[in-house]
């Protein structure tokens, strides 16, 4: 069960703001001389896709550049992508202004401290299970499943459920997608 104030807080997003490595991953980098390797959960893609089915913006941000995070970005066709941004609150305010929305309108997922700042500012705050005890204290929900293995996909879930959106957005790519009436 949602609390009012927040479906009504959760009715107003019109961009989502992800974290990558603890959120869409589980925080693991595994590096070898020729790779570095990383866990996405399949689940999460399709929360993406829920997502613009919604008519909701997607970006993620990460404080590391990653080829791993680039080709799952790509395999997605993800535009707004932006790494190496360690000072996450500039990219968010850029991010705000480019998609003409305000704090209230964005909602944040984010796992640790890089993401305290952008966080404060959103009008939904999102922390997987996984994240660290001071990300957790100022987030709105904290997902049932940790970065990596569906915490993401939690997240939106509960962004679209709580917004009323999640049947429309669910219909619209079982019809574009799969060929379903």
Known sequence: MIDKTIKN??????????????????????????????????ADGLGIALLRAAGIAFAMISGRKSEATEKWAKELDLEDVLFQTPKKIIVYEELKKRFCCSDEEIA????????????????????????????????????????????????IDFILYGAGRFEDALQKIMKEKYGAE
């Open 9 to 42: 807080r959760l009715k107003r997003i019109k961009l989502v703001i992800s974290d990558v490595d603890g959120v869409l991953t589980d925080g693991g980098i595994y590096i070898s001389k020729e790779q570095e390797l990383k866990k996405f959960c399949p």
């Open 108 to 155: 944040y997922i984010g796992d640790d401290l890089i993401d305290w700042l952008p966080m404060q500012k959103a009008g939904i705050k999102i922390a997987p299970l996984n994240a660290r005890k001071e990300i957790k204290k100022i987030a709105d929900y904290i997902t049932p499943n940790p970065g990596g293995d569906c915490g993401f996909r939690d997240a």
